[in-house]
């Protein structure tokens, strides 16, 4: 069985939007939250979807839910303090729900520009390996520095890689490394780099550069731009004049 894990349960402060949580801003007509379970919702593979939401909000999703006939949402429970406690209260749901070799895949709320091909592969690459993580190449330059102020040391682009979402685990792995970081005092929003602090070590795969997290108000142009492009791409230039 593959579950889907969505957390939502943050305010999201650095998208300056005092009165509406991020993962419901409305792009499109839709909630974000809402673009984000449609990937799940549609796809051949995924059994079922667990959101952990903002205790406030889960009225509104379960309206949103409803009104945009997302499927396979069996439960939506609070999240916690912090997106580590918030992943950790959905995964106990699951696991106790689950076999140990279930999969469970975790995801940010605000991945609304998934693709079908990179959830196929999260899910393949989980059995196969056991853990399943999107990255991407880094394109910029990456230096390192110990006080923010000065450097002496450069680390080369072609070993770094930017880590994305959904992130792919057999279940009993990611709830025991989840029981192991409480256990030692440590936290993490993101699963592989928990993981990895643990002493583990994770698979990764290719990921798509379109698969932004929307965290800013800069994401959420790109989001918009993404999304008319979408619209648009099919249009011969005679039906684009009638458009624009």
Request: proline share 3%; aromatic share 6%.
């Amino acid at each position: 069985m593959v579950t889907a894990l969505i957390f939502a349960g943050g305010v999201g402060k650095r998208m300056k939007s005092r009165e509406i949580p991020k993962q419901f801003l409305e792009v499109e007509g839709k909630p974000i939250i809402i673009h984000t379970l449609e990937h799940f919702s549609n796809h051949d593979m995924v059994d079922s979807i667990v959101v952990v939401c903002l205790e406030s909000w889960i009225d509104e999703l379960n309206k949103d839910i409803k009104k945009f006939a997302i499927k396979k949402v069996n439960d939506i429970i609070p999240g916690g303090k912090t997106g580590f406690q918030s992943i950790h209260n959905g995964l106990e749901l699951i696991s106790k729900q689950s076999k140990d070799d279930d999969i469970v895949l975790i995801c940010d709320g605000v991945r609304p520009i998934l693709s079908e091909e990179l959830i196929t592969t999260c899910v393949n690459d989980t059995v196969k390996f056991g853990t399943a993580v999107p990255v991407t190449p880094s394109i910029v330059s990456v230096l390192y520095s110990e006080d923010g102020t000065s450097c002496r040391k450069n680390i080369e682009r072609k070993k770094i890689f930017i880590t994305q979402a959904p992130q792919g685990y057999r279940v009993r792995t990611i709830m025991d490394a989840h029981d192991e970081a409480i256990k030692k005092g440590v936290e993490s929003v993101s699963s592989g780099d928990l993981m990895i602090e643990l002493g583990h070590e994770i698979h990764i795969f290719q990921g798509i550069r379109e698969n932004i997290k929307v965290t800013t108000p800069e994401d959420l142009n790109i989001m918009r731009a993404t999304q008319y492009y979408e619209h648009f791409k099919n249009f011969s230039r005679e039906e684009l004049k009638y458009q624009i």
